[in-house]
């Protein structure tokens, strides 16, 4: 397997095995009661930051990508970080909508306030 497909696999994995143990209730609200146990314990905050747990879930995968030591520190940090970079991108505020038949959630749109640009405009003058 070539090695960037190999770290991308691993970015992926790491990415959501994190976001299933931080933001996820499970099957049968496995998740959610592991989560409420572990919240009473010195895990709380590991927990509930998904950064945080990233680095730990990250651990593993490392060596599904990587065979020296050396290599296996910067890819086990890389792993981390481009997990938390999709973290970042496919979280937002979500908004509810009622309908008659049905509940939607979709993603809330982000509207600059007034005076600033729109979302990745830089607000500098040209």
């Known amino acids: 397997m070539p090695y960037w497909l190999a770290f991308a696999l691993a970015a992926l994995a790491v990415w959501r095995v994190t976001h299933l143990l931080v933001r996820e209730a499970g099957p049968f609200d496995l ?3 592991l ?10 905050r590991l927990i509930a930051c998904f950064k945080c747990l990233s680095v730990w879930v990250a651990i593993p995968f490392t060596f599904f990508v990587a065979d020296q030591w050396v290599e296996r520190a910067v890819v086990w940090l890389a792993l981390s970080g481009a997990a938390i970079l ?7 505020p979500l908004i509810v909508e009622q309908g008659v038949d049905d509940e939607l959630l ?3 749109e982000i509207t600059p ?3 600033e640009p729109p979302p990745g405009e ?3 003058p040209g």
């Open 122 to 124: 830089d607000a500098r």
């Open 31 to 33: 998740l959610a009661k």
């Open 106 to 108: 979709r993603r809330a």
């Open 35 to 44: 989560q409420r146990a572990l919240s009473r314990t010195v895990f709380s």
């Open 113 to 115: 306030a007034d005076g």
């Open 86 to 92: 999709l973290e970042e991108q496919t979280t937002g």
